[in-house]
């Protein structure tokens, strides 16, 4: 029964959207279950050979030869047993802790006073383990993994410390055609300067805002109504003004996307006017938007929701929400797992 029912929970726990706990769970629960065809086909047949050695009165180690008389060596459990191999005085005292356990222990415990005792005692501990339970939060750190004497813990600390920020993000818009979507890129422009979640005075890199509002005399109603205009304008922003915001675009024309400042580099197969092929805007997160995992978890998937409102296929993205993620999802997987593991084993 404990087998199948291991078995079971591993198995069920293996429908787990995290690959890595999935396959943990598939290993799990297979192990499990060639345990138990263990005991079946190697244990027990081992067992029962046992069995025919002890009928035999064989010796264990050497069952080549036969034991003595039965009864020749007492039985550990009879008076003074095992004082055939060990003469010491203990092996003649009579055992204090089974008397007082007999004889004081089990009927206190269980008269009507012991019992309301003990349930009164669980119970106190049910409650504090249920607070406990209400203050727990998840949280996953890379540093957790690190040991405690490790130069980079040094450096986490002192970071911590002194120099603390939030975490940097970029916001990528890729195979977007920006001339007509330039309404959208203004709402994510709009959106990355006014969001709370966004620590501006770490920068903001917004090529697209400084960039509309460089050249805003050229704008009618706010945006630009020719194409070639607004690709030659942008290519002279990103090469010019602006060229601090170059390696965040990536031009259609692959002639365009060369360091013009750079030897080897020629610009005059450059073609502005084949567009932009992506373009990324990137920020810092505040730290009481990352102060713990359902926080870092929350933010991201509220920045998720409010970039994919303002214009498609554009998402915001950082290394650190690979972790983020985790936390995000293994509260429902772990709710969903126990109750359905905890129904196939009751």
């Known amino acids: 029964i404990t087998s199948v029912t291991d078995a079971l929970a591993f198995l069920i726990g293996a429908s787990t959207?995290?690959?890595?706990?999935s396959w943990f769970c598939s290993f799990a629960g297979i192990g499990v279950l060639l345990c138990f065809l263990l005991q079946l086909f190697l244990f027990m047949p081992c067992l029962a050979i046992n069995a025919r050695r002890a009928e035999a009165n064989r010796l264990d180690c050497l069952c080549c030869f036969k034991a003595g008389p039965p009864g020749s060596i007492e039985r550990y459990d009879a008076p003074g047993g095992w004082c055939y191999c060990c003469k010491c005085k203990c092996c003649k005292t009579p055992n204090k802790l089974a008397t007082f356990m007999e004889k004081f222990y089990a009927p206190a415990i269980t008269s009507p006073v012991g019992s309301a005792i003990t349930l009164g005692a669980f119970g106190a501990m049910t409650l504090v383990g249920l607070i406990g339970i209400s203050n727990i939060y998840q949280d996953f750190r890379l540093e957790w993994f690190i040991p405690a004497d490790s130069y980079v813990q040094d450096y986490i600390a002192a970071n911590e410390k002194y120099s603390s920020v939030g975490t940097r993000f970029s916001i990528y818009t890729p195979d977007v055609d920006y001339f007509s979507k330039q309404a959208e890129m203004q709402a994510l422009s709009s959106y990355i300067q006014t969001t709370p979640l966004v620590d501006r005075s770490q920068g903001v890199s917004d090529w697209h805002g400084s960039f509309m509002a460089a050249?805003?005399?050229?704008?009618?109603?706010?945006?630009?109504?020719?194409a070639d205009t607004y690709h030659g304008d942008l290519w002279t922003y990103l090469n010019g003004a602006?060229?601090?915001y170059r390696s965040n675009v990536k031009?259609?024309?692959?002639?365009?996307?060369?360091?013009?400042?750079?030897?080897?580099?020629s610009?005059?197969?450059?073609?502005?006017t084949a567009g932009v092929k992506a373009g990324r805007l990137s920020a810092?997160?505040?730290?009481?938007s990352t102060e713990t995992?359902?926080?870092?978890?929350?933010?991201?998937d509220a920045m998720r929701a409010e970039v994919a409102g303002k214009m498609d296929g554009a998402f915001p993205y950082s290394f650190e929400f690979l972790y983020w993620e985790e936390v995000g999802v293994i509260g429902t997987e772990?709710?969903?797992n126990l109750l359905v593991c905890g129904t196939v084993i009751v």
């Not at 959207?17 to 706990?21: E, G, H, I, K, N």
């Not at 050249?215 to 020719?226: F, K, P, Q, R």
């Not at 810092?284 to 009481?288: E, G, K, M, V, Y």
């Not at 995992?293 to 991201?300: L, N, Q, V, W």
């Open 284 to 288: 810092t997160l505040t730290l009481a």
């Open 251 to 265: 031009w259609s024309s692959a002639a365009c996307n060369c360091d013009p400042t750079a030897a080897a580099c």
């Open 334 to 336: 772990l709710s969903r």
């Open 215 to 226: 050249n805003a005399g050229s704008l009618t109603n706010g945006v630009y109504t020719d």
């Open 17 to 21: 959207v995290l690959p890595a706990l």
């Open 293 to 300: 995992g359902g926080d870092r978890y929350g933010t991201m």
């Open 267 to 272: 610009s005059n197969d450059c073609d502005p």
């Open 242 to 244: 602006g060229a601090r």
